[in-house]
């Protein structure tokens, strides 16, 4: 069940509950006119079955020009808990319209909705104003490209809005993306039960995992809690989103040795660029401890030849070497990667090793001589 407590950061009218849904009245900006004072908006939240922050829903009727030629814009967004638009709905006999009051086509609909989604859209970049202006190009107002009443879209801006209706893509896409997504991220995280920071690592989605990861970097000191969980998250990590799990491994752990520890202990399954991240945040400490740098070559023989590379040339750097790099490198002599086995070979070569280490090289390079 939701908590009746309600802990945000912004100025909220009153809140009232309508069955499992939270009502909260909140103030926004009109971004048709900004210098307006702040109108008031009903922002419904919804739980899951569980009683977890599910998504946020919000009606809109707005306008969407500078006069009062264009219609009103009617809809109701919706978002996921983490603040993300995920889709819009309209009352049956009040669908979008574009230039001459034309009603949406479904194509419309479905790229409207793929603007919708993309926060990072140039529309963030541009008034209303600069769309209600003469392209300095070879647009003209001629063209076919026609939106709001007769100025042309510039063409800066024509792939981020839908044809013929500029101005509502770019008033939808202004709530839609920015200042309620802080709201709503705040009211989701004033719910972050450890249940329901769980529930989101354990979804396999980045957007949740993300989520729970920049709230539990906001608490300090930083929790070990979910050491374990985000370390085993890593090989699932792309690549905007694996130096921040490492940023929490770092933050979280006890000591600086552990966290290297988990990192080192999950190289193996990263890809290669994952890898050298983690490798090349080993290289920046001046101070790294010789064990971390023996567990290093320990985790070498299920990875890639980049990584080998870079972790080598690590050890290379440090000037160090042990019986147990030794044991580890003389391993990679026989990789399936010709490659993986010469920079072994390369690196060995410059050691004082060990009879056996020793024989093992002479062996490997007596037997490649010709690719050496």
């Not at 009502?23 to 899951?48: G, M, S, W």
């Not at 009051?101 to 409207?112: G, I, M, N, R, V």
């Not at 130096?243 to 979280?252: G, T, W």
């Not at 971390?292 to 990875?303: A, N, V």
Request: glycine letters at 4%.
């Amino acid at each position: 069940m939701w908590l009746l407590l309600l802990f945000l950061n912004f100025s909220t009218g009153s809140v009232v509950f309508a069955g499992s849904t939270e009502v909260t009245t909140i103030e926004l900006t009109d971004p048709v006119y900004p210098e307006e004072a702040k109108r008031q908006y009903t922002l419904n939240a919804h739980p899951d079955a569980a009683g977890f922050p599910s998504g946020y829903s919000m009606k809109l009727v707005n306008k969407v020009c500078l006069d009062d030629v264009c219609k009103l814009v009617e809809v109701t967004l919706y978002w996921d808990a983490m603040g993300f638009y995920e889709r819009l709905e309209y009352p049956e006999r009040r669908p979008l319209t574009k230039v001459e009051h034309d009603p949406f086509t479904p194509a419309d609909y479905e790229k409207l909705d793929s603007i919708l989604k993309d926060r990072k859209s140039i529309l963030n970049d541009h008034s209303l104003g600069f769309l209600a202006t003469e392209n300095d190009d070879s647009d003209s107002a001629e063209d076919d490209d026609l939106d709001g009443v007769s100025k042309a879209t510039p063409g800066a801006v024509k792939e981020a809005v839908v044809k013929d209706a500029a101005w509502t893509t770019w008033v939808l896409w202004k709530y839609a993306n920015t200042e309620i997504v802080p709201m709503m991220q705040a009211m989701t995280e004033s719910r972050c039960s450890p249940e329901y920071l769980q529930h989101l690592l354990d979804s396999k989605d980045w957007r949740k995992i993300e989520f729970a990861i920049h709230y539990l970097l906001k608490q300090k000191p930083v929790t070990a809690q979910y050491l374990d969980e985000v370390a085993t998250l890593l090989p699932s990590a792309d690549i905007d989103h694996i130096e921040l799990a490492m940023e929490y491994i770092q933050q979280a752990s006890p000591d600086k040795n552990t966290g290297y520890r988990k990192l080192i202990g999950v190289l193996g399954a990263l890809d290669e660029f994952n890898a050298g991240l983690v490798i090349e945040l080993l290289e920046s400490d001046e101070q790294l401890e010789e064990e971390i740098l023996e567990e290093l070559t320990s985790s070498l023989e299920q990875q890639d030849y980049y990584p080998i590379h870079l972790a080598l040339r690590l050890v290379e750097s440090r000037k160090f070497f042990s019986q147990e790099v030794e044991a580890n490198l003389v391993k990679l002599l026989q990789s399936k990667d010709f490659f993986i086995a010469r920079r072994a070979s390369e690196f060995l070569s410059g050691q004082k090793l060990s009879a056996s280490a020793s024989e093992k090289l002479r062996a490997f390079r007596e037997e490649h001589a010709s690719r050496l």
